[in-house]
């Protein structure tokens, strides 16, 4: 992994182990030196949750369907691999997550067993009015957070077709994403993540000059509830919706590096002034 992505990957998972979408049973207790799988826990009894949401989508029933069928044998094609590495199964043959023990067995909220993959269109902007650096965000209608407008990758759909989709669906903004900025590819610490099935990400960085940003429309699609240009501060950043935190923080230190010197020096001094902050 190039620099970039270090800061994103958490050696230990928290929100998986101490956050949860209201639904869920309580978390079975997950000690930090309890997490990796090749550590015994004698006496980890997981509950189990499925959500129903998912059984009502589960596609081997339901064609419209966007959930894997319960019964893990049923599936037809259990990825072997994802971007965290090969997939180990437990003895029932469950994909067990990479980054260890969640303390919830089942698939939750989520709708595939193992790797659940989204992306991420990170978009910033500098507002020369304001002085002050600006992300594309939408407000998310489950939990009112402050978001990076991503989704999750269709079946079979090519990563950098979901990321330019879902910034048409949740701003109404069309862009190239073939032009953006590499940034984080693999696991998300993420709140609705399980011991069998967890949220993988692909996050893309376009900075966009002043005079294009200006000129576009913002259009709130359906999953959200406002769209805006968000301005970014310490504070905005920590609020931010999931690992959107760390995924913001290390778009935002490429930007700074500037490598391929787009930035005027006016705007230079914002993104730093920016970066010594967070
Ligand atoms: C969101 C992505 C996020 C991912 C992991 C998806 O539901 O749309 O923006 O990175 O979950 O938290």
């Known amino acids: 992994m190039g620099e970039a992505e270090k800061g994103v990957t958490t050696a230990l998972h928290v929100k998986a182990r101490f956050e949860k979408p209201a639904e869920y049973p309580e978390r079975f207790p997950v000690p930090d030196d309890l997490v990796g799988w090749e550590i015994p826990y004698a006496g980890y009894a997981p509950p189990y949750y499925v959500s129903p949401v998912v059984l009502q989508n589960d596609s081997s029933r339901n064609p419209a369907g966007w959930a894997d069928p319960e019964g893990v044998a ?16 437990d003895s029932a043959g469950r994909p067990l997550n990479p980054a260890g023990r969640t303390g919830i067995a089942g698939r939750g909220l989520l709708g595939k067993w193992g790797p659940n993959f989204a992306a991420d269109p990170i978009i910033t902007r500098i507002n020369h009015h304001e002085q002050r650096v600006e992300m594309l ?29 879902e910034l048409q669906e949740e701003t109404g903004v069309v862009l190239d994403m073939g032009e953006g900025v590499f940034v984080y590819q693999g696991y998300v610490d993420d709140p609705r993540n399980t011991d069998n099935a967890w949220m993988e990400t692909t996050a893309k960085h376009l900075h966009l000059d002043h005079g294009l940003a200006e000129r576009m429309d913002l259009q709130a699609g359906d999953d959200a509830r406002a769209v805006r240009w968000l301005p970014l501060s310490a504070e905005s950043i920590r609020g931010l919706y999931a690992s959107h935190c760390a995924l913001v923080s290390s778009a935002l230190a490429g930007l700074g590096r500037d490598e391929h010197s787009t930035l005027s020096k006016r705007d230079r001094g914002i993104v730093e002034s920016l970066l010594k902050m967070l």
Do not use: Y
């Open 74 to 89: 049923l599936v037809a094609e259990l990825p072997a691999e994802s971007f965290s590495g090969v997939i180990r199964f």
């Open 137 to 165: 965000a939408v407000q998310r209608r489950d939990n009112g957070q402050w978001a990076i407008p991503g989704g999750m990758v269709d079946r079979g759909e090519e990563v950098s077709r979901t990321l330019a989709r």
